[in-house]
């Protein structure tokens, strides 16, 4: 079972994602319906703003787990999927209810006056601070599905502008309140939910749905200035009429927000070329407590250190991104793929690497292990390299040499495998939009693997290719006692992106447990891994963010200097230490 | 005149350059003479060392002017250049011959006493010290030239590895001693000349030719680890066995070093794709009063902000890069290029912003402004735009879809056109090496026309499509008084490189003036020029980097809560603030 693929796939694999989606049967989104807020709803996650005003959305999300809450399956599609997934995988499952909305008990609010200013801005409703109280890690939606909701923050702030930004980082500063600023709550590395020992006299969640407005485009330069809260889909909504689109698909797409994935260096699903965030950023505008720092709008400089790069991966410790400009693309006319199966994963991985080193420049260079294609019901069992070209001009010579250069390493193109080639045009009529929601379905499936008392989850990482075979090894030989002590359990991998220097593995892992232990049974995989990744010298995340989750590893991986260093500038930027304490660093 | 190009050409200027080249009758560059050290000679710019132990070359720089002493004509090729261009440019040229390096007068050094640890690395003889004082900027040039060596360091340090670069850093702090980092000694931004007001108790350069070895290379993942002295020529000697390339070339390629291009963020000859050493960069490691930082070999991370771009663009204020992991490549199979014709200089500009917000991922992509093209003997007066691809595939179909699009903005192909297409092998048997020492031979004309009493000197800059017409506009109008008010001079533009969002152009201008006003007809035009960038939101220096010559414009264009924060980091790495005080910031 692949589950929480964060990153994507190219068109090849969307069979493969509509395969799964099919066998577990779940359901298919509704389109949305819109009308004018009401004063009771107005704050909630699921409001969008527009040029012309707050618009809302009233599909709401889930109170627990992944997505929009229409898409959790019905009691006899969830026995029915526990059942397929006992005979198939040999898991034992114990479907559950999550608790109700109504059962969940919050603290009272620590904050007992919100300063008239700020009246239409900040709430303390229950509803609201349930909302914004968990990102959506593992161990978060095992929390919130068992019903605790311990670290709700004291009061939710949508600010409409980035004046209320400012008043609500003063207002947070003299309360003596913890600031955390929040996209769409997709964070998988515990990156919006403070500890007990970081809330202060309290705590208050920025939530950015109601910026979300296309400020100006520049057609003649291919940028946009788009506010900070604008999601996946809105980005798309607001550059539809320019004919322009972002291109950048992480799989938080459909939830996540520019402001966030900015902030936590997110990586899109293409495996190669313009696909992180960072690459995308011309300037940006961040608010912090002592003030706003804008970039200059730029395509590029060599004065000085560039300072987009130091909001990129500041996780909400330094501010609140309230806007940036963006570069923005037209869609390739061309584009093809084909998959290549291969006897032996190494072999697989070799081909990858030649064809990262080659100046073919593949738009998609994506291997999967024997382990993850056959869960995806991909080949006969081999591994499986995925090549995708994406062109003005015609791909197939381009996806012939990758292919052929793909079989000098052993890799096997099997007839009916599909190769084609079509225009972008073409493609939107066929499996265009088809696999974009599939692709988006992968997180659902591991809230209702959480539901059934299993551990679900992945992790991700890079390190050069030299590295890759021995870490690969050791994370393996890792978590095969765990497993085998805890009744059973699968590691896949598959590379979501590469590099000419090396590869981003990302692995996903399901294993035995049952309810009421799939905390502790998590945390002992989780920690494990963790540790090999580190010992290997490869990263803790490669764009799932630091967040809390990974602090004691990347404690090890950033070097010291630059920790101390690091401080000092978030002591530039809130010198009262407000901001997202606990991430990234511990500020003396 | 093209003078002072910084960044470079694809082959289809090879002929260009060598057109000029051939006019001005530059003698070539003989082959160096490698024998084993002297006592005396040792601690020269031109040392260098290799894993066998240092090994001097004995070649001498030009103690005043760009690169080779024996590079500089004699008196009749001199005279004989300064009729032509009296007589095709209507400039009045007064040759006159460099100050004698006998003649020249250091103040007496500041440092009474090198610690005893110290005596192999630091030295306080005249040439060495003579030979460390000016970068190689217009204005330094002139200083130079007229045989004003003032601001002379009081000792010079060669460190042989990191331990010795901490050493001299302790001595330095200890001794009250500003320390100024110098590569190549190239900078044309002032950044390794301490002004009269940072001097402290003295200054201590460190040079780092005796740092230029091998450390490792890892050839499965295409990486190099190098030490940061190695300058352009040393890097591929080291990489050459290895059959791997870095395929940086910016114009300071022969003489700086990997440590410079890193805090400086040099920018390659390459108009598009792999052309910034940022990008090329894997990992760093940097030596600071405080300790030293190594960050971890990685392909790519999400982990926090970047920590290596923390260091590219410090410009020595943080630290001494004394090695760096970077990036390899091998050399695309096939190449092509095509020079197209535009009556209209704007045009030239929008076909090229067609290329490069196109998905045909040109590898060059240069507009040349008439002026420019005349200069280089290009074309017949009208603009130019020169296309060129790399590919593993052949380029033809690629090269002519580009020229389709250009041929829509009124572009013109001329018959003659070189549009060839050639296996990287053939063409390094015919313009390869041809224009590689012709790109290189730039700057030696500035100091030649230096000599002649009139200003010549580059700017650059980069900035939005949708601000470059203006721009444009406003720096032509800027400089036309000053040039009619000085007698005579011109102003031309070429693009070194274009991205989706903007191009970056690239100035150059000579200007009629007269020994002994060379300076202030200089900075008057450089101050208006600035003044435009600035006031059109362009960046100050696109790949010059900011030193202290930019520092009026950058104090401008960066965030003042971005100059906070690095004063932060500033005094992290550096409390006593001796690293090249005056550059990038002022800490208070």
Redesign the interface.
């Known amino acids: 079972m692949t589950i929480g693929r964060m990153a994507g796939t190219g068109d090849g694999e969307a069979q493969v994602i509509a395969d799964v989606r099919q066998a577990v049967n779940l359901p298919r989104r509704e389109a949305s319906s819109l009308h004018l807020p009401t004063a009771a709803t107005r704050l909630g996650p699921s409001v969008e703003s527009t040029t012309r005003g707050p618009i809302l959305m009233t599909r709401t999300r889930s109170h627990w787990g992944w997505g929009w809450a229409d898409r959790w399956p019905d009691d006899a599609a969830r026995a029915a999927f526990a059942e397929m997934l006992s005979a198939m995988r040999g898991l034992r499952c114990e479907p559950r209810p999550p608790v109700e909305l109504e059962a969940i008990v919050l603290r009272p609010s620590a904050v007992r006056a919100v300063p008239p200013e700020l009246a239409d801005v900040v709430s303390t409703a229950r509803e609201v601070r349930l909302n914004a109280t968990w990102g959506r890690s593992f161990s978060e939606i095992v929390r919130a599905f068992m019903g605790d909701f311990a670290p709700a923050p004291d009061a939710v702030a949508s600010p409409r502008n980035a004046d209320e930004v400012a008043a609500v980082l003063r207002w947070a500063e003299a309360a003596g309140l913890a600031a955390i600023p929040r996209g769409g709550g997709t964070s998988v590395t515990h990156g919006v939910t403070a500890r007990p020992e970081e809330r202060r006299a309290g705590v208050v969640v920025i939530e950015m749905s109601r910026m979300a407005r296309l400020i100006e485009v520049?057609t003649?330069?291919?940028?946009a200035h788009i506010e900070g809260g604008a999601t996946g889909p809105r980005v798309q909504e607001l550059l539809g009429p320019h004919e322009l689109c972002l291109r950048h698909y992480p799989q938080s797409w459909e939830f996540a927000t520019l402001g966030g994935w900015i902030v936590?260096?997110?990586?899109g699903h293409y495996a190669t070329g313009r696909t992180?965030i960072d690459d995308f950023v011309?300037s940006v505008t961040m608010v912090?407590p002592?003030?706003?720092?804008?970039?200059?709008?730029?395509?590029?400089?060599?004065?000085?250190?560039?300072?987009n790069?130091?909001?990129?991966?500041?996780?909400g410790t330094l501010g609140v991104v309230t806007s940036a400009w963006i570069?923005v693309?037209?869609r390739?006319?061309y584009r093809s793929n084909i998959s290549i199966l291969f006897s032996e994963f190494g072999s697989a991985v070799a081909a990858a690497?030649a064809l990262a080193?080659?100046?073919?420049?593949p738009t998609n260079c994506r291997v999967l292990d024997p382990g993850e294609a056959a869960l995806n019901q991909v080949g006969d069992g081999r591994a499986v390299l995925i090549v995708a070209f994406?062109?003005?001009?015609p791909t197939r010579?381009?996806l012939e040499?990758a292919t052929a250069l793909a079989m000098q390493y052993g890799g096997v193109a099997p007839s009916g495998a599909r190769h084609r080639e079509s225009t972008h045009e073409a493609a939107a009529n066929d499996a265009g939009a088809q696999w974009k929601d599939a692709f988006f379905d992968g997180p659902y499936l591991q809230s209702l693997l959480v539901s059934f008392g299993l551990v679900a989850d992945t992790f991700e990482t890079?390190?050069?290719?030299?590295?890759f075979e021995a870490l690969h090894a050791a994370l393996h030989a890792a978590v095969a006692p765990i497993f085998a002590e805890l009744g059973g359990g699968e590691l896949t991998c598959r590379f979501t992106?590469v590099?000419?220097?090396?590869?981003?593995p990302y692995y996903t892992f399901v294993c035995q447990s049952s309810h009421g232990r799939q905390l502790d049974d998590h945390a002992r995989i989780k920690r494990a891994v963790s540790d090999v990744l580190s010992a290997h010298?490869?990263?803790?995340?490669?764009?799932?963010?630091?967040g809390r989750l990974?602090r004691p590893w990347?404690d090890i991986?950033?070097?010291?200097?630059?920790a101390?260093?690091?401080n000092?500038?978030r002591?530039?930027?809130d010198p009262a230490g407000i901001m997202n304490p606990g991430v990234?660093t511990d500020p003396e």
Request: charged share 20%; aromatic share 8%; with cysteine.
């Open positions: 520049d003649v330069s291919r940028a936590t260096r997110a990586g992180h011309e912090a002592t003030g706003t720092m804008t970039t200059r709008r730029l395509p590029a400089s060599g004065a000085g250190p560039d300072a790069r130091l909001v990129l991966g500041s996780e570069r693309q037209t390739p006319r690497r080193q080659s100046n073919l420049f994406e062109d003005d001009l010579d381009r040499a890079a390190c050069t290719w030299s590295q992106h590099y000419a220097d090396g590869p981003a010298g490869a990263t803790i995340t490669h764009h799932h963010a630091v990974h990347y991986e950033r070097p010291p200097l630059f101390t260093a690091y000092a500038v002591a530039t930027f990234l």
